[in-house]
């Protein structure tokens, strides 16, 4: 805007010059009135035109047309006082400043629409005013007085409007954010929807075929023979671990409710609990060696922060196995805003390109870890972490063992 | 003279009802199950098709799967209790769904009990003897007698 402006006046003020309408000393006053004006022009009017032109205003209620009222009220006045009851030329301090509370009033409650209405509201009163008081003075008095007028009003134009920007822009945030969290909920509801859907359509074939292996076991059993008998066996654990998954796929889908519980969780006891559990009632875990350092405690719930423990604990052990000796660590980690939590063992790993494959419900890998187990153990421990507003992330060589580690807040903060 | 106590199953899966069959039989309940794979089948059963003027004998108990091909569950849970006469036969839901909107839904609709089928529960439909059993023998209802009260063949 400035620059352009300056081509233009420069041009102007030089044809005048050329052309001998005015003197060289005239030239810089002439100059400097010209620049304004038309950077005056470009800042108060052509926003206004500019912001005007688009889509019809929306009819305001009742509330927003009251204060869009006692703003035009406070604007006026302020005008009024500043530039009529007030003589620019007896008062050594101009009492322009007391506009500011009014453009920053409309810059807040009401946008770039009413700012730029507002600021050629001001304007209009401003060069009315300074004119009425100022007609009888000489010229030159009348020229610096509305060029000053100019230059506050230019300024007062690009801090409201910057302001008014910043505020639209805050208050469109605000409200993508806003749908966003909508259609994302909105998602999660047709996922469960979907999922619960899905499990119960493959429910129903696979207790058709478990009542089928049943009757036929009872009924034909003895004709079907060793091999026979051996093939009902097959198709029933088959159809048996299908079932198992879909619970598991039911249990993921399951809603679970927004407000979980919340307190402070002695992570310590409750690591402690898990291991000395998983050490006594499995047989499979009896050379484990468990080091369980002090954690920091967590914010949360207890029951669900269990299952995290429970689950990678429970994948720690199942990976060591035919290792000698087996060994599992619990770290902690306090911070500032959030702990650290971490499960390592000296276990077969995975391959480090896997790791965000992990987290995925039912993604069995290829690699090292497809041993057993159904593949929402860890999905799950995703989904609590998560919930607590917490990280979660797995590390491994490929070779040496896994290394899992979430974070969890320190403080109460949004769920 | 023997009251067999009736068992009306409906469900669409042939091999529930072979299993209840049995699982009923296996558990000693004097009882006969009668199974229908459609809505329709069911309502001719009890009495409420259009057009079947004279109620045969109702049953003692009513299990229900909740999908049905030709209505819902609810739909002919529904139609049902607005019955006059079977406003009052115990109704238990027997199915896959186990979301707790269905379970409310179900109880809210006239359900007196809810079962869900769990493939692999062995033995086989023993689950659907016990239900028997709960409504044939040890509850006293205006449809079955009742321990003490039972006719027994």
Same mark, same amino acid.
């Not at chain 2, 199915?95 to 086989?124: C, H, I, M, Q, W």
């Given at each position: 805007v400035a620059l352009a402006c300056t081509v233009s006046a420069t041009l102007g003020v030089a044809s005048l010059d050329l052309a001998g309408?005015?003197?060289?000393?005239?030239?810089a006053p002439i100059w400097v009135t010209w620049w304004l004006g038309d950077v005056g022009g470009a800042l108060i009017v052509a926003p206004f035109l500019l912001?005007?032109?688009?889509?019809?205003?929306?009819?305001?209620d009742g509330g927003r047309l009251r204060e869009g009222l006692a703003l035009l009220a406070s604007v006026v006045l302020a005008g009024w006082v500043v530039f009529h009851v007030v003589n620019p030329l007896a008062l050594g301090v101009s009492l322009k400043f007391l506009c500011v509370p009014s453009l920053? #009033?409309?810059?807040?409650?009401?946008? *770039?629409?009413?700012?730029?209405?507002?600021? &050629?509201?001001?304007?209009?009163?401003?060069? #009315?005013?300074?004119?009425?008081?100022l007609s009888h003075s000489e010229s030159w008095q009348l020229n610096l007085t509305l060029l000053v007028v100019q230059v506050f009003l230019s300024v007062m134009?690009?801090?409201?409007?910057?302001?008014?920007?910043?505020?639209?822009?805050?208050?469109?945030?605000?409200?993508?954010?806003?749908?966003?969290?909508?259609?994302?909920?909105?998602?999660?509801?047709?996922?469960?929807?979907?999922? @619960?859907?899905?499990? @119960?359509?493959?429910?129903?074939?696979? $207790?058709?075929?478990?009542?089928?292996?049943?009757?036929?076991?009872?009924? @034909?059993?003895?004709?079907?023979?060793?091999q026979g008998g051996r093939l009902l066996q097959l198709i029933r654990a088959a159809a048996g671990s299908a079932g198992r998954l879909i619970d598991q796929l039911g249990q993921h889908a399951q809603r679970w409710p927004r407000q979980a519980e919340r307190s402070v969780v002695d992570m310590t006891a409750l690591a402690r609990e898990v291991c000395d559990e998983l050490a006594s009632l499995q047989p499979a875990a009896e050379d484990v060696r468990f080091e369980l350092h002090e954690l920091p405690p967590a914010l949360g719930s207890p029951v669900l922060l269990e299952r995290v423990f429970r689950n990678l604990l429970g994948n720690a052990v199942k990976f060591t196995r035919g290792r000698h000796p087996r060994h599992i660590t619990v770290t902690g980690l306090p911070g500032g805003a959030e702990h650290t939590y971490l499960v390592s063992d000296n276990g077969i790993g995975f391959a480090p390109g896997e790791a965000s494959l992990l987290f995925r419900p039912f993604r069995r890998l290829r690699g090292a870890r497809d041993i057993e187990g159904l593949g929402v153990g860890l999905a799950v421990v995703a989904r609590i972490v998560r919930r607590h507003g917490g990280r979660v992330w797995a590390e491994s060589d490929g070779t040496s063992g896994a290394r899992f580690g979430f974070t969890l807040r320190n403080e109460e903060g949004r769920s | 003279v023997s009251a067999r106590l009736r068992v009306l199953l409906v469900d669409d899966d042939e091999s529930q009802f072979l299993v209840a069959e049995r699982a009923i039989a296996r558990a000693g309940l004097a009882a006969e199950v009668r199974g &229908?794979?459609?809505?329709?089948?069911?309502?001719?059963?009890?009495?409420?098709?259009?057009?079947?003027?004279? *109620?045969?004998?109702p049953p003692a108990v &009513?299990?229900?799967?909740?999908?049905? *091909?030709?209505?819902?569950?609810?739909?002919?849970?529904?139609?049902?209790?607005? $019955?006059?006469?079977?406003?009052?036969?115990p109704v238990v839901l027997v199915?896959?769904?186990?979301?707790?909107?269905?379970?409310?839904?179900?109880?809210?609709?006239?359900?007196?009990?809810?079962? &869900?089928?769990?493939?692999?529960?062995?033995?086989?439909?023993?689950?659907?003897?016990?239900?028997?059993?709960? #409504?044939?023998?040890?509850?006293?209802? *205006?449809?079955?007698?009742?321990?003490?009260?039972r006719h027994v063949g």
């Amino acid at each position: 805007v400035a620059l352009a402006c300056t081509v233009s006046a420069t041009l102007g003020v030089a044809s005048l010059d050329l052309a001998g309408l005015a003197t060289w000393e005239q030239t810089a006053p002439i100059w400097v009135t010209w620049w304004l004006g038309d950077v005056g022009g470009a800042l108060i009017v052509a926003p206004f035109l500019l912001v005007w032109s688009g889509a019809p205003l929306e009819r305001p209620d009742g509330g927003r047309l009251r204060e869009g009222l006692a703003l035009l009220a406070s604007v006026v006045l302020a005008g009024w006082v500043v530039f009529h009851v007030v003589n620019p030329l007896a008062l050594g301090v101009s009492l322009k400043f007391l506009c500011v509370p009014s453009l920053i #009033w409309a810059a807040f409650r009401f946008g *770039p629409r009413v700012c730029t209405a507002v600021i &050629v509201l001001l304007s209009a009163l401003a060069v #009315w005013g300074t004119l009425g008081r100022l007609s009888h003075s000489e010229s030159w008095q009348l020229n610096l007085t509305l060029l000053v007028v100019q230059v506050f009003l230019s300024v007062m134009a690009v801090t409201t409007l910057a302001l008014a920007a910043v505020v639209a822009e805050r208050r469109r945030a605000a409200n993508a954010a806003q749908a966003t969290s909508a259609r994302l909920d909105e998602a999660f509801q047709q996922l469960e929807t979907f999922s @619960h859907a899905i499990s @119960h359509d493959l429910r129903s074939p696979v $207790s058709t075929v478990l009542n089928c292996v049943d009757l036929l076991e009872e009924d @034909h059993g003895p004709r079907l023979g060793a091999q026979g008998g051996r093939l009902l066996q097959l198709i029933r654990a088959a159809a048996g671990s299908a079932g198992r998954l879909i619970d598991q796929l039911g249990q993921h889908a399951q809603r679970w409710p927004r407000q979980a519980e919340r307190s402070v969780v002695d992570m310590t006891a409750l690591a402690r609990e898990v291991c000395d559990e998983l050490a006594s009632l499995q047989p499979a875990a009896e050379d484990v060696r468990f080091e369980l350092h002090e954690l920091p405690p967590a914010l949360g719930s207890p029951v669900l922060l269990e299952r995290v423990f429970r689950n990678l604990l429970g994948n720690a052990v199942k990976f060591t196995r035919g290792r000698h000796p087996r060994h599992i660590t619990v770290t902690g980690l306090p911070g500032g805003a959030e702990h650290t939590y971490l499960v390592s063992d000296n276990g077969i790993g995975f391959a480090p390109g896997e790791a965000s494959l992990l987290f995925r419900p039912f993604r069995r890998l290829r690699g090292a870890r497809d041993i057993e187990g159904l593949g929402v153990g860890l999905a799950v421990v995703a989904r609590i972490v998560r919930r607590h507003g917490g990280r979660v992330w797995a590390e491994s060589d490929g070779t040496s063992g896994a290394r899992f580690g979430f974070t969890l807040r320190n403080e109460e903060g949004r769920s | 003279v023997s009251a067999r106590l009736r068992v009306l199953l409906v469900d669409d899966d042939e091999s529930q009802f072979l299993v209840a069959e049995r699982a009923i039989a296996r558990a000693g309940l004097a009882a006969e199950v009668r199974g &229908v794979g459609t809505g329709a089948e069911a309502l001719a059963e009890l009495g409420l098709a259009p057009g079947n003027a004279r *109620p045969p004998e109702p049953p003692a108990v &009513v299990m229900l799967d909740l999908e049905l *091909p030709d209505m819902t569950g609810l739909d002919l849970l529904a139609r049902i209790r607005a $019955s006059a006469s079977l406003r009052t036969l115990p109704v238990v839901l027997v199915t896959s769904f186990d979301g707790p909107e269905d379970v409310r839904r179900a109880y809210e609709a006239g359900a007196n009990s809810y079962l &869900v089928k769990r493939p692999g529960d062995s033995p086989a439909g023993a689950y659907l003897a016990e239900a028997a059993r709960y #409504w044939l023998q040890l509850n006293v209802t *205006p449809w079955a007698g009742g321990r003490e009260t039972r006719h027994v063949g």
